[in-house]
Each structure stands twice: as C-alpha cells, then as structure tokens.
C-alpha cells in the first residue's frame, strides 16, 4: 500500500493581510438571456446554433440564468465569504451591434449587478472581453479587421463612462492565447475561423487592442487598478533531445511569450525562438511595437496544468505535438488535462523574471471533476486537494520572495465550459441545469471556512 503524505494546514494569514481572495466567472458561461431586452448575439452564440460544435450539441441559452438571478449567486458568495468577484461585460448586451445604437437595458443590468456587489461588500473586478464578440462585427472580419482596434475602445469608452464611477478594477482581455489559437487559427471555439493568416491577424489586432483599451481606462477613470489577463502553461520536452528540447521552446515562447513580451514593450519574442513569427511582419504597421506596450497595474496568470511536448513534422508552424496526459498516465482532471501543481509555482516565477510588472494576480485557477449529488451533497474531495496543493505551490513561490498578491478560483457555480457544454463542471457551487437550482459543493465550505476571519 502506498503512503500519503498528509499536507500541513493552509491558513489565510500565510498569504498576507493584503492578498486578494475572489471567484472568477465570465458572462457567456453563466448569464443566459440570450436575447434579452435588445441583447444582440455574440459570435459564441451564432457558434453554438451550429451543429456538431459544442459537444452534446448544448448551447448557452440559459446557462446559469446569472442575468436574471444574480442575486441568488450574490448571496451564496456572501456566505461564502468571498470578497472579490471576477465577471466579464457582454459587449453585445450593452451594443448589440457591436458599435453605434446603445442598449440603455443592458447598461441598467450591469449597473444594477455592480451596485448589488457593493451593496453586499463584495468587490467587483470587471473583465472587457471574455471571447464574446458582437456577431454584427464578425460579420465585418472580427479581430482579423484591423478596424477592430476602434471597435473595442469605443466600446471600452462607453463601459469606463457608464461603470467607471463604481468599477476600481478592470481586466481588458481574458486568455488571447487561447480565443486566437481556438477561435482564429483552429476554428474549434467561436467564431470559427481557421488557418493563419486569420490568426495572426487577430493576433495582432488583439494585443494592439489591448494596450488601446487600457489607455482609455488610464485617461478617464482616476482610481483605476488596470490589468489584463495570461493563460499560461510550464512547456517540458518529452525527452532530453535536443529536438524535443527545441520544440519544447518554442511552445513555450507561444504560449508564455508570444503574447506578454509585446505588452510589456518588448515587441514580438525572436523568430530565433519560434520562426513563424516572421509571418506576422506584413501586419505590422510603423508604430504598432511602441503602441503595443502599456504600463499595467498588475497582470493576471491563469494556470491550470502542464503540457509535455515531442517535436513533429506533422504539426505546421510550431513543429511540435502534445504528448496527452492520458498516454503519459498521470492523474487528470475531467477535461483530460494533468493534474501538475509545480506548474503554477514555475508559471508565477516565469512571469516574475519580466520586472516591468508590478504585480501578479491569479486571476483563475480551479479544476472539473466529476461531481455527483448524493443525498443532496456533493463531496467533491479531489477540487479541494486541487485547490490546496495549488495554494501550496503558490505559497512557496512567494515565500522565497516571487510577487503574487491574489487568486482567484474558477470558478463560483458550474458553467458553460465551451465546446465541452455543460459536461465539465468547474463550481465550487453545483448547478442544476434543469432546475437551476445551487448546491454548496464541500470544496465550496472548505474555501468559505478558509477565508473566514478569526
Ligand atoms: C479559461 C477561461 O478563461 C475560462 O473561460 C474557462 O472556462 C476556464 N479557463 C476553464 O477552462
């Protein structure tokens, strides 16, 4: 029989009186009311009307009926002691196409919910674009139009103007590495699209929309606290070959580079480091490199696993293939992803080598697991060793001094999770999606009886 090691206890206290705690959630996953007082569709809902995109054919019509319940989830997080909520603002909730005539309705929503949060102690932490554009912009090229980059301070403008007031914390992107690579270059998420002229485009136009839309919360809201968040992943090769080795660099530089170093000013990584970059340069207009770069607040790091990677001829551009979790056969999550908790302490030391970010929050980090009800309690003792031995690896990165001020959980209830549907269940609140009705799961009592004050 093998041993366990039995953990120490976690306390609040070891983290510091001025780390953050929060949930993160975005609007697409958990909102519903789909087409709700003006809402106009997004890509992802276009997306999900299609066929054979979403697995089970689910779509998110309903989600977690969070726009028309949000008090419900407001009160649970109350109990839950939770102090800071991360959600994201549909753009095409407040302009349903995108640009030009306004939703008054959709602006009340989320003022309302702002106002609810406060109201209720809890800090709103307010994300811009969590991968749900205006369909009426796809129409004209989405991110690949470089008219993007006006779409998207215009909108910017507009939510500083009307939630500026309330609103101190803002994130302008959620995950571009992952909503360009999924959405532009694989077509596998919203909008579909493939290939890599699409991609780089959309690279290209999303990091220059970043550091615009950063600089319109710079100039009109005062107290701002300004970020923008990273998916990120530690890359290892499979082997110690010096071609596994190669490709294990330049998955990295995609991945943990390709997208941070030009918001910091550095510009795109060397194609030394991964050649296809050089395919970017016919979109790059004089200027761009230097508009790129915006002095943020903080950065949020998104952390949720490790890859392991072989170099192979057959994959295009990066010339190199994942080896899955599966065939190496270590622990998984429900979505086939390696349960790795060292990969958030190396991530957090990565992302602390750059010092020109002044702070680093995790702004998501939680698991799927199977759940299962019974005698109306969910038991879900594997999210909780998740959470705790990822909250270990982050204590020790800043006890030997690496800056990380916050975490936040993915996330508060169970959501669309994508093209998974509903079949991957990230809450610590169980969701009923056929009577939306909540359940605490025990990962939820244990974070609520962690965050509580002594
Ligand atoms: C990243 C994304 O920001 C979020 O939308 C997603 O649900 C989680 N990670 C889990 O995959």
């Not at 699209?193 to 690279?203: D, E, F, S, T």
């Not at 480091?273 to 950065?299: A, S, T």
């Not at 190199?320 to 992803?337: F, I, Q």
């Not at 702004?363 to 309690?377: C, H, L, M, Q, S």
């Amino acid at each position: 029989m093998s041993k366990r090691r039995i953990e120490p206890e976690l306390f609040k206290e070891q983290f510091g009186e001025d780390f953050l705690w929060g949930v993160a959630t975005a609007a697409f996953q958990i909102e519903g009311a789909h087409d709700a007082d003006g809402k106009g569709p997004s890509i992802w809902d276009v997306f999900t009307e299609k066929k054979g995109r979403i697995k089970g054919n689910h779509h998110a019509r309903t989600a977690c009926d969070f726009y028309n319940t949000y008090h419900v989830d407001v009160a649970l997080m109350k109990q839950l002691n939770i102090p800071n909520f991360r959600f994201s603002i549909s753009w095409s909730r407040i302009l349903p196409n995108g640009v030009g005539e306004i939703s008054q309705s959709g602006i009340d929503y989320y003022n309302k919910l702002i106002d609810h949060l406060l109201e209720n102690g809890i800090e709103p932490w307010v994300t811009l674009y969590h991968w749900d554009m205006p369909h009426a912009l796809d129409l004209n090229g989405g991110w690949t139009n470089r008219d993007s980059i006006s779409w998207f301070t215009d909108y910017v403008t507009l939510c500083a103007k009307h939630f500026g007031n309330r609103v101190k914390n803002w994130m302008v992107m959620n995950e571009p590495s992952v909503f360009t690579g999924a959405g532009y270059f694989l077509g596998i998420h919203a909008p579909g699209r493939r290939g890599l002229a699409n991609y780089l485009k959309a690279v290209h136009h999303v990091t220059l929309s970043t550091a615009a839309g950063a600089g319109i919360l710079r100039a009109t809201i005062p107290q701002a606290n300004i970020g923008t968040t990273f998916s990120c992943t530690q890359i290892e090769p499979y082997t110690q070959r010096e071609k596994d080795i190669a490709a294990a660099n330049r998955v990295h530089t995609l991945l943990n580079r390709a997208f941070i170093e030009p918001i910091l000013g550095m510009g795109y990584p060397d194609a030394t480091d991964l050649p296809v970059i050089r395919k970017m340069e016919p979109y790059i207009q004089p200027g761009d490199i230097e508009k790129m770069g915006f002095d943020f607040d903080f950065i949020g790091i998104q952390c949720y696993t490790r890859e392991v990677v072989k170099a192979s001829v057959f994959t295009p551009y990066v010339g190199a293939s994942l080896v899955k979790a599966e065939k190496r056969r270590v622990p998984t999550t429900d979505m086939g992803w390696e349960v790795h908790p060292p990969s958030i302490y190396h991530m957090i030391n990565h992302f602390n080598s750059y010092p020109q970010i002044k702070k680093i929050l995790v702004t998501e980090n939680g698991a799927a697991f199977p759940d299962r009800v019974i005698d109306g309690k969910v038991y879900d003792l594997q999210r909780k060793h998740y959470l705790q031995s990822h909250l270990r690896q982050l204590l020790k990165a800043k006890q030997e001094g690496a800056r990380v001020d916050g975490y936040f959980v993915w996330s508060l209830t169970d959501n669309f999770e994508w093209a998974e549907g509903y079949h991957t269940r990230f809450g610590l609140i169980y969701v009923d999606f056929e009577t939306q009705q909540r359940i605490v799961k025990h990962s939820g009592e244990w974070f609520a009886e962690f965050l509580q004050d002594n």
